[in-house]
């Protein structure tokens, strides 16, 4: 069956780091990845799309890759800020019909200062 | 000006009861989608609606039954409520290949 995994449920880094979170998925050929955040008590927001066909993408301090022969994608933050601290989901989707968005379980990110 | 909206925000209810959750955007989407956040944090997905066509419909007890009454209201009824029935219920919306636009969340109690 699919599965899609985020390295960690938590990471802890310090105020000007970079943050790097890692997603991994098995049984699946997405045809998009999406990076959404996700705040206590809050729905998801979304922060970025790559294509299967694009290696990189970025978004200000935000850069996703996309491995599509590792099976794999890195979100990172760039010079993280305790404004970052939240969950980052990671998300799949395929270009059949009548699919949706499938999510992997999170990562919780703590900055500190 | 909030794009999704679900009503309400939390919603106690007694094991057996039938209860609906609305959800409106008011993005011009086209298509609508409900999924369900356990205790886990785990997000997954239940229903989609493309122009009030059903188009994905998970494994999900027929006890639920969603209904689109125009492209920008999908809502959510669910009968006979169990415990397990308990967690957060988000709805969302996209149009095209773009990121899904959420709303806050329905976070549903069954005693």
């Known amino acids: 069956s699919q599965k899609i995994e985020q390295n960690s449920e938590a990471l802890n880094i310090q105020e000007g780091k970079t943050a790097t979170l890692t997603c991994n998925y098995t049984n699946y050929s997405p045809a998009y990845l999406q990076w959404y955040r996700q705040d206590p008590g809050r729905g998801p927001v979304f922060l970025l799309l790559?294509?299967?066909?694009?290696k990189e993408k970025r978004k200000e301090r935000l850069k996703v890759t996309f491995d599509t022969t590792l099976k794999q994608s890195l979100f990172h933050i760039t010079a993280s800020q305790p404004a970052d601290s939240a969950t980052y989901l990671c998300?799949?989707?395929?270009?059949?019909?009548?699919?949706?968005?499938?999510f992997g379980k999170g990562t919780t990110l703590s900055v500190s200062s | 000006d909030t794009a999704v909206s679900q009503t309400p925000k939390y919603l106690v209810t007694q094991m057996g009861n039938d209860k609906s959750i609305k959800c409106e955007q008011n993005?011009?989407?086209?298509?609508m989608y409900w999924y369900k956040q356990d205790s886990k944090k785990f997000l997954k997905i239940m229903f989609s609606y493309n122009n009030k066509e059903l188009i994905i419909n998970e494994t999900v007890p027929n006890r639920f039954s969603p209904k689109s009454p125009d492209k920008a209201h999908l809502n959510l009824h669910i009968n006979s409520l169990e415990l397990g029935d308990s967690a957060v219920y988000f709805c969302?919306?996209?149009?095209?290949?773009?990121?899904?636009?959420f709303g806050s969340g329905t976070r549903l109690t069954v005693v």
């Open positions: 998300a799949l989707e395929s270009n059949q019909a009548g699919t949706a968005l499938i």
């Open positions: 969302a919306s996209r149009t095209g290949n773009y990121g899904y636009t």
């Open positions: 790559i294509r299967e066909n694009e």
């Open positions: 993005l011009g989407h086209d298509t």
